[in-house]
């Protein structure tokens, strides 16, 4: 369903839940004629290309799980063209430090100690601090992830709407514990920090998408046609 | 129409064309006449920009209410360095989205809105630091910046001045920390995003050591419309000290979630009872947060004040972000501090030891509250905790750790105690595993 070509993928037509509930591309209220499409800007953002397009925007596409390439060369072809024009954008090569951790993490899946040490070779810094920096953030899995990462936003807003029994149809449906891999190696289920989408609550981000004011009763829809 | 209810008591500026997909191309938004304030700008000298923004009263909306036109003249006049301008779309308070909302409905007011900002503080490239889980809203701005470059509208010789304008799309990897300014920086350079001491301030030594200004989102896109239409335009709205337009997230439980835009100074009654409808359930409001989690809670007696700085700082508590988070009288509001909490322990980068641990112990003890197994003390040593963690740290996160246990114990004590009452019962050995 996500595809990693650089395109927004949109939702398919034959989704139930999508006519009843706008909330897929947020609680659209008094604007009933908006598509998801026209909420979301696909049809505006189009396929992105995947040599990173300008110099100015090629550090823009970290895609989360799953991995393109869990074995291949994380600096070479396409991807070395999107660093040289990330490392263009900047006065030093620390610089880059991020959105060439968001590069390896794209294609491999997630950050292992010697993806880590291969990024820091690259930019001629020290391992440590590579790792130092990575672990600093929660984007960047420092271990394997289900192909689909389902983050459920549990802060004040989507909590006072009920977050945590979203969290918990989560759990209960993909038959998973938090933050582990399912048996089929197909979901992990985490809870989030805010997702800055308060107002549709409860926000959940699976993968790079978000799905907004999700109720618990419609979390099997949501993994269904993810499969 | 502010997004996705709308109101007769909006007054739309900023939130003008949300909702319509045709606003979002460059095609549209220069039908609509974008693109014409960045022209005005470059026939003004950067002096004139800061001027005008000075004059309007625009205040920074990235949370403290900073003037930018000040803020922007404390960069250098006259410098061989090269500045910078970084724009904060990193918004992760809890309660906030209106940055995601004013990006991915009209990218191009942001993009207009960096070069304007660049150009009035003489930088020749502007930053955007967006979060790493916007990632739809970066697709959006990415293309919109990538039409601007190709209209000619950034890069090299900005259409035709002479100027130089560069902007550069970076993505963080999530963390809250990374909207404190300087920890932003600390990101952009590659590095953990942990604020640094000030001083030196950014105007002296920000991004890469060289001179930098910050702002926000809205601010930036506000500051074009200031540019092209004039300080006195601006400050028709608002209050003396807090003019203008400001959009207003509105979260929890309401009747009309999304953002709202009024003029500074609008009445915080009517703006949550009439403009968003009251609560979801029609059951009485306990309590509101105004600004974001950062800032003191509101009980339902105190909402009859405007809906601007000064008000709000004389109600006790802050403007933040605009974040108004509505709780109805169903709402557990031990439960709720004790998430917040639990939120700026998570995101606390762990520098300064009062916020470091202070933030872990504050939400184990409202934990154990929580769980029925609190005492009267818990109470006073939590506010002991708050005290040590306020004033007294790099940045404010853990000020603003403090401001919900702080204000919640003095304003629902009751309900504390009324959770304390109800774990009697429960067995020592299991209080202990907790
Ligand atoms: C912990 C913390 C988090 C912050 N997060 C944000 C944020 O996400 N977005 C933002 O614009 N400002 C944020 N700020 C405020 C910034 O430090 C800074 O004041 C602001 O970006 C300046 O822009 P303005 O003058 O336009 O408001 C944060 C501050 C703190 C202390
Ligand atoms: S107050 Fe907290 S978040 Fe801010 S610098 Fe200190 S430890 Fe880090
Ligand atoms: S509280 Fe859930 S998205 Fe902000």
């Known amino acids: 369903m996500t595809q990693h070509g650089g395109k927004l993928d949109s939702p398919p037509s034959s989704w139930p839940i999508a006519q009843q509930n706008p909330g897929f591309a947020g609680d659209t209220g008094e604007f009933p004629n908006l598509s998801a499409d026209d909420v979301r800007g696909i049809s505006y953002v189009g396929i992105r290309p995947e040599d990173g397009g300008h110099p100015s925007v090629a550090g823009s596409m970290p895609y989360q799980v799953p991995p393109k390439q869990p074995e291949g060369p994380i600096f070479a072809g396409v991807y070395e063209e999107r660093l040289q024009k990330v490392l263009s954008r900047y006065p030093d090569r620390q610089a880059a430090l991020l959105p060439a951790l968001h590069l390896a993490h794209e294609l491999r899946g997630h950050l292992s100690p010697e993806t880590m040490d291969e990024v820091a070779e690259r930019l001629q810094l020290p391992p440590a601090y590579v790792r130092g920096v990575a672990s600093f953030y929660t984007m960047y899995n420092l271990g394997p992830v289900g192909k689909y990462l389902v983050q459920v936003c549990t802060n004040i807003s989507c909590n006072l709407c009920g977050g945590d029994a979203v969290l918990e149809s989560f759990l209960e449906h993909t038959g998973t514990e938090m933050g582990m891999v399912s048996e089929d190696g197909r979901f992990t289920v985490i809870e989030a920090e805010c997702l800055g989408a308060c107002g549709f609550p409860t926000v959940v981000q699976i993968n790079e998408r978000f799905y907004e004011n999700i109720r618990p009763e419609e979390v099997p829809a949501v993994l269904d046609s993810l499969r | ?333 031990v439960k709720q501090v004790r998430r917040m909490v639990d939120f700026y322990a998570h995101e606390s980068c762990g520098q300064c030891t009062p916020c470091r641990e202070g933030t872990a112990w504050a939400a184990k003890i409202l934990r154990r509250i929580e769980n029925g197994r609190g005492t009267q003390e818990d109470l006073d040593t939590l506010l002991s905790i708050s005290d040590n963690m306020s004033g007294k740290t790099i940045c404010v996160l853990s000020d603003a750790a403090a401001a919900p246990i702080v204000s919640s114990i003095e304003k629902f004590r009751g309900d504390y105690l009324e959770m304390m009452h109800a774990g009697a019962g429960v067995p020592v050995a299991a209080a202990i595993a907790l």
């Open chain 2, 1 to 333: 129409m502010a997004y996705p209810y709308r109101h007769p008591s909006e007054v739309l500026v900023l939130s003008k064309y949300f909702g319509d997909p045709e606003a979002r191309t460059l095609k549209g938004w220069e039908a609509l006449g974008g693109y014409a304030p960045l022209r005005k700008a470059l026939g003004m000298s950067p002096a004139e920009i800061v001027n005008e923004v000075k004059a309007s009263g625009l205040r920074g909306r990235g949370g403290a209410g900073f003037p930018t036109g000040v803020k922007w003249s404390f960069m250098p006049q006259k410098s061989d360095k090269p500045h910078y301008l970084l724009c904060n779309a990193d918004e992760s308070e809890p309660g906030t989205f209106k940055d995601r909302e004013l990006i991915r409905w009209t990218p191009h007011a942001l993009v207009e809105g960096c070069l304007i900002g660049a150009y009035a503080i003489r930088a020749e490239h502007a930053y955007i630091y967006i979060r790493g889980e916007f990632f739809e809203p970066a697709q959006i701005l990415a293309r919109a910046i990538e039409e601007a470059y190709a209209a000619g509208y950034a890069g090299k010789n900005v259409m035709g001045s002479g100027i130089d304008l560069d902007i550069t799309l970076h993505i963080g990897a999530g963390a809250y920390i990374c909207g404190e300014e300087t920890g932003l920086m600390n990101s952009l350079e590659g590095r953990r995003g942990e604020p640094r001491i000030k001083p030196p301030f950014p105007a002296i030594s920000g991004a890469f050591g060289k001179p930098s200004a910050i702002n926000n989102v809205e601010t930036l896109i506000a500051a074009a419309h200031i540019v092209q239409n004039g300080a006195d335009w601006y400050k028709q709205w608002g209050t003396e000290k807090s003019t203008g337009t400001k959009l207003f997230c509105v979260s929890g439980h309401v009747k009309r979630p999304g953002n709202y835009e009024v003029p500074l100074g609008f009445n915080f009654r009517e703006f949550i009872y009439d403009v968003c409808g009251g609560t979801a359930s029609g059951r009485p409001v306990k309590s509101v947060i105004p600004g974001g989690s950062s800032v003191p809670m509101l009980t339902a007696d105190e909402l009859d004040i405007g809906m601007d700085y000064e008000a709000m700082a004389a109600a006790g508590t802050m403007l933040g972000c605009g974040s108004v988070i509505v709780m109805d009288d169903t709402t557990n509001i």
